[in-house]
């Protein structure tokens, strides 16, 4: 092998700015580095931050950074922006929020398009963060692309995860559908010398006594991330979740359901490939046109295509 | 063939300098993202350390200058000499804005590809870059 793995393991900038392009692309040769470098991982707090477009989570994700190069820990951050679902190309402005870390030594940002992934991240995310953890971060966050109700992804990959809320984006009953509220372990007011924080505030406290007995109650933390207010308490939340999940074995399952989601995500991709690859494409023209033309329903089509894979 | 799998190619659009006008470069990084590139922007004010970095962390195939201010050959050079210091020496370079045409034949010997300058067609920006982009 290369001695791109050696400089990565001495620590070398480039060589992890190297490797993560390959494993990003998905190429034989990533899916080797990450094969290599996988036994270094699993010792980085991965935390999630989410929330919608303009809520501030590019500010937020860099002011916490901040706080944790002040504790003295080093950082990556792994920022994720939509691509466009026609040219496939992308716009990655995150770093511009970013810009106090610029020359850190201690911090390392890579910014990802969501390449149509759904869910706020990107296909490759969790490989891309495995070589982050590999490379020896104290801590690496993982900022998703803006997201709706509904992109509760992130929560699988990320061990902590900040929900960013703002203030005078809905009523109470857009908070009480709930849906991505259910997977924060944190709960952000941010904007919060905005009009309307404190309303938020006690609405998402109503929310969350509507939860069901016995789950863990997320905390509730005010923060101006543009002035870097609230990020020491931030900060103290996340400790007291990482503590939380180890101490009530949350920490170990976890690891274990996101294992075995990955593995699973990955044999379907191989098994849609071998699907490809053991049909021709006149066979898989003549099957869509039956299905198209209402001779053959969907499923049907499926499992004779499915079926006429070999093992 | 799985869309995900095909390697984009990655751009650095960076200002370096003090000028604070930059639509210009937003013009050049929408028509490269509408290319199909994938285009960082670092926004205003970016010294050439910075860009350097930037450049490095983000692992780019292209690094693209805009400057407005005149201080380019002033400028550029430093951002040369600090993606040399980071060993990143095979990226394509080009930049644009308001350059004199004199000053071309130093940038073209400094590493810079193309120099575009006003009224430059986008399409001829992002066809350079995929004609010389070392993939």
């Known amino acids: 092998m290369d001695d791109l793995v050696q400089r990565f393991l001495a620590g070398d900038r480039r060589a992890l700015a190297r490797i993560i392009s390959r494993v990003e692309n998905e190429t034989a040769e990533g899916r080797e580095y990450l094969r290599q470098l996988f036994p270094h991982s699993g010792k980085t707090h991965i935390l999630g931050i989410t929330g919608g477009a303009g809520s501030g989570k590019s500010t937020l994700t860099g002011a916490l950074a901040g706080e944790y190069r002040k504790r003295g820990m080093t950082v990556g951050i792994v920022a994720v922006d939509p691509s466009s679902p026609f040219t496939k190309g992308a716009i990655l402005g995150d770093r511009i929020r970013m810009q106090d870390l610029a020359l850190d030594p201690g911090v390392y940002v890579r910014s990802m398009a969501g390449r149509g992934a759904l869910g706020g991240l990107a296909p490759a995310i969790a490989d891309v963060?495995?070589?982050?953890?590999?490379?020896?971060?104290?801590?690496?966050?993982?900022?998703?692309?803006?997201?709706?109700?509904?992109?509760?992804?992130?929560?699988?990959?990320?061990?902590?995860?900040?929900?960013?809320?703002?203030?005078?984006?809905?009523?109470?009953?857009?908070?009480?559908?709930?849906?991505?509220?259910?997977?924060?372990?944190?709960?952000?007011?941010?904007?919060?010398?905005?009009?309307?924080?404190?309303?938020?505030?006690?609405?998402?406290?109503?929310?969350?006594?509507?939860?069901?007995?016995?789950?863990?109650?997320?905390?509730?933390?005010?923060?101006?991330?543009?002035?870097?207010?609230?990020?020491?308490?931030?900060?103290?939340?996340?400790?007291?979740?990482?503590?939380?999940?180890?101490?009530?074995?949350?920490?170990?399952?976890?690891?274990?359901?996101?294992?075995?989601?990955?593995?699973?995500?990955?044999?379907?991709?191989?098994?849609?490939?071998?699907?490809?690859?053991?049909?021709?494409?006149?066979?898989?023209?003549?099957?869509?046109?039956?299905?198209?033309?209402?001779?053959?329903?969907?499923?049907?089509?499926?499992?004779?295509?499915?079926?006429?894979?070999?093992? | 063939m799985s869309p995900t799998t095909t390697a984009h190619i990655r751009v650095l659009i960076a200002k370096p300098g003090l000028d604070g006008h930059d639509r210009g470069a937003k013009v050049v990084a929408r028509a490269l993202r509408d290319g199909g590139c994938e285009v960082i922007y670092t926004g205003i004010r970016q010294t050439p350390e910075m860009i350097a970095e930037a450049a490095l962390q983000e692992d780019v195939d292209v690094v693209g200058l805009s400057i407005l201010s005149g201080a380019h050959l002033e400028l550029f050079p430093r951002v040369v000499e600090e993606l040399k210091k980071r060993g990143v020496d095979d990226v394509l370079l080009f930049c644009g804005g308001i350059i004199p045409e004199d000053d071309t034949e130093s940038l073209l010997k400094l590493g810079f590809s193309a120099v575009f300058r006003p009224g430059t067609n986008t399409q001829d920006i992002v066809k350079f870059v995929y004609d010389h982009v070392k993939k």
């Open chain 1, 129 to 311: 963060v495995a070589v982050m953890d590999a490379f020896g971060f104290d801590v690496v966050i993982i900022e998703t692309i803006g997201a709706g109700q509904d992109e509760v992804e992130i929560a699988g990959t990320a061990m902590t995860t900040i929900l960013v809320n703002n203030p005078g984006t809905g009523d109470d009953i857009q908070a009480l559908k709930a849906g991505i509220i259910e997977i924060a372990d944190i709960l952000v007011v941010n904007k919060a010398d905005h009009p309307g924080a404190d309303v938020l505030v006690s609405q998402l406290q109503a929310l969350l006594t509507l939860s069901p007995a016995g789950s863990r109650r997320p905390p509730i933390l005010k923060t101006i991330a543009t002035k870097g207010e609230g990020m020491d308490k931030l900060a103290d939340a996340v400790a007291a979740h990482h503590e939380y999940l180890e101490s009530s074995g949350v920490l170990a399952s976890h690891r274990e359901e996101d294992a075995r989601h990955q593995v699973l995500a990955i044999a379907r991709q191989i098994l849609l490939e071998r699907i490809r690859q053991s049909t021709s494409e006149e066979a898989l023209a003549g099957l869509v046109h039956r299905v198209a033309s209402r001779e053959l329903d969907p499923h049907s089509a499926a499992e004779e295509l499915a079926s006429g894979v070999s093992h």
